[in-house]
Nanobody, 118 residues
Framework: VQLQASGGGLVQAGGSLRLSCAVS????????IGWYRQAPGKQRELVAT???????IYEDSVKGRFTISRGGAKNTVYLQMNSLKPEDTAVYYC?????????????WGQGTQVTVSS
């Protein structure tokens, strides 16, 4: 499984960005795709995730501001980020959680920088 993240950038507080995660490879084993972020000096944290059934989970601080969704072919996952705050500044990573009869796997994209200026 390969993941290619894009869409980061610099935006003023209150602005919007949309991140994209293009997923390829053995996607049949994927159970959920999510976005994580890591700010300088902090641990990586879950931002949002969407399962194969469409169920979503959001970190409390982004509820009502961020929306995770899948593309028409379900091979692209988007994170629409509105009302951005300086504390949203981080490197954002997309993640695919997969499993088979033998084990579970986590795949990561390369990360995309989001910087929100005050």
């Amino acid at each position: 499984v390969q993941l290619q993240a894009s869409g980061g950038g610099l935006v003023q507080a209150g602005g919007s960005l949309r991140l994209s995660c293009a997923v390829s490879g053995s996607t049949f084993s994927i159970n959920a795709i999510g976005w994580y972020r890591q700010a300088p000096g902090k641990q990586r944290e879950l931002v949002a995730t969407i399962s194969n059934t469409g169920s979503t989970i959001y970190e409390d601080s982004v509820k009502g501001r961020f929306t995770i969704s899948r593309g028409g072919a379900k091979n692209t996952v988007y994170l629409q980020m509105n009302s951005l705050k300086p504390e949203d500044t981080a490197v954002y990573y997309c993640n695919a959680h997969a499993s088979d009869s033998k084990s579970i796997y986590d795949y990561w994209g390369q990360g995309t920088q989001v910087t929100v200026s005050s």
